[in-house]
Structures are given as structure tokens and as C-alpha cells.
């Protein structure tokens, strides 16, 4: 079956900073990415999402990155504020599905 | 309702015992997904339904879970005979679109404990 997964499990950064957050996929039939924000005793959060014809797209504050020949996405996090810690997922959509990676834990440090 | 709602938000079972978990998605929202996420994991594919149908359960762990949403709106997850695997967040999401390519919007859960 496919597989999303993350480089990292936790991430710690200084407020302000930018934070980077990667993740890799395996099925290369995938054609819509999601990146989730969840924070604790919370369900997933939309942050934002690219389809495959597209190798970047910006959002407020967030840019997601796809590289298709390497199979990799990555969440950047223009000046990184407290609320910002939560745990990160991709999501992968194959036909009906989104598959999940486990997540990365990002901690932002004030 | 503003967002997709779950009830209860928490659920204590007693092995052995049926549990029923309800979803009520955001309302003209066609698709409606169930998840399972373990502590420390990622959300991991239960179900899908398309308004009543039921056109992917290839998630569902065993055949004690059963999911239905009979009238296109409101789904729920039925969980016969819990085991203490079983424990876990229950999560529902619903999109407005088919076929996945649209944002998917989550429910805060129901947290299942079996004991």
C-alpha cells in the first residue's frame, strides 16, 4: 500500500525563526497533497494544499514545496509564532483516499 | 452547523461492550470520511461514503466496525464486541466535493478507551 512519511518526528525553533517541515511519499500516482496542523485534543486543520501540476503554492505565512522526481513535499513557516506548535501532517490522495504520515511535532520557542 | 460535529467527544467501553459513534458533517458536504488515529500516529482510512453509498470500506479493521449514513447527511461508526485495540480517536471528515481533490475538514473527534 502506499506510504507518507515524515523526515522528522519533532522540530524545535525559536519564535520567529522560519520553520521547515519535509515529508516524503511513495506512490507516484498521488495527484493532491494536503498539509495538516493538529494541535493537542484537536481534530486535523487544513494549512493548505498543491496538486501535482504544481511545484509551489503560497499561502499566508506557509509555502508548500512538491518535488515530484524525488516524491518529497515540504512545509515552510515564514517567522514562526508560539501558536504554531502542533503536530504536522501530509496527506497524500489516491482515489477516495488521503493517506497520512505520522507526523512531525514542531515546538516553537519564545 | 459551522463545522463537522462528533459525539460524544469522549467514550468509555467496557471490553466487549457496543459502542456507536456519531458524525454530523458540515451540511451539503457529499463526501464524508472516517479515521482512526492511534496515539502518535497519523489518521489512518476507515471508511468513505458519497452522500448514502458506501463506496470504499476497504479500512475498516474487522467486522465488528460498521459504518452507515443512511440519509446522505448524518453518518455513524458502530464498533461491536470493543476490544482494548480498538482504543483510539475516531475521526470524521466531510468535503464538498467527490473523488477526494477537495479540502477535507475534520471534526475534533470521539477518543475511545476500551477497558
Known amino acids: ?110 | 452547523g459551522a463545522g463537522v460535529s462528533q459525539s460524544p467527544r469522549y467514550k468509555v467501553a467496557k471490553r466487549g461492550q457496543d459502542v456507536a459513534l456519531r458524525c454530523d458533517p458540515i451540511s451539503g458536504h457529499v463526501s464524508l470520511f472516517w479515521y482512526q488515529q492511534a496515539l502518535g500516529q497519523g489518521p489512518e482510512f476507515l471508511t468513505y461514503f458519497q452522500n448514502e453509498a458506501q463506496l470504499d470500506k476497504s479500512g475498516l479493521p474487522s467486522d465488528r466496525f460498521f459504518a452507515e449514513r443512511p440519509e446522505g447527511s448524518v453518518s455513524t461508526l458502530k464498533i461491536q464486541r470493543t476490544q482494548k485495540e480498538d482504543s483510539a480517536v475516531y475521526l470524521c471528515a466531510s468535503s464538498l466535493g467527490t473523488g477526494g481533490h477537495t479540502e477535507a475538514f475534520f471534526g475534533q473527534g470521539t477518543r475511545l478507551t476500551v477497558v
Not at chain 1, 523526515?7 to 520567529?16: D, F
Not at chain 1, 486535523?44 to 514545496?65: A, C, Y
Open chain 1, 1 to 110: 500500500g502506499e506510504s507518507v512519511g515524515l523526515h522528522l518526528p519533532t522540530l524545535s525553533v525559536q519564535e520567529g525563526d522560519n520553520s521547515i517541515i519535509n515529508c516524503a511519499y511513495s506512490n507516484s500516482a498521488s495527484d493532491y497533497f494536503i498539509w495538516y496542523k493538529q494541535e493537542s485534543g484537536k481534530g486535523p486543520q487544513f494549512i493548505i494544499d498543491i496538486r501535482s501540476n504544481m511545484d509551489k503554492r503560497q499561502g499566508q505565512r506557509v509555502t508548500v514545496l512538491l518535488n515530484k522526481t524525488v516524491k518529497h513535499l515540504s512545509l515552510q513557516i515564514a517567522a514562526t509564532q508560539p501558536g504554531d506548535s502542533a503536530v504536522y501532517f501530509c496527506a497524500e490522495n489516491t482515489g477516495n483516499q488521503f493517506y497520512f504520515g505520522t507526523g512531525t511535532s514542531l515546538t516553537v520557542i519564545p
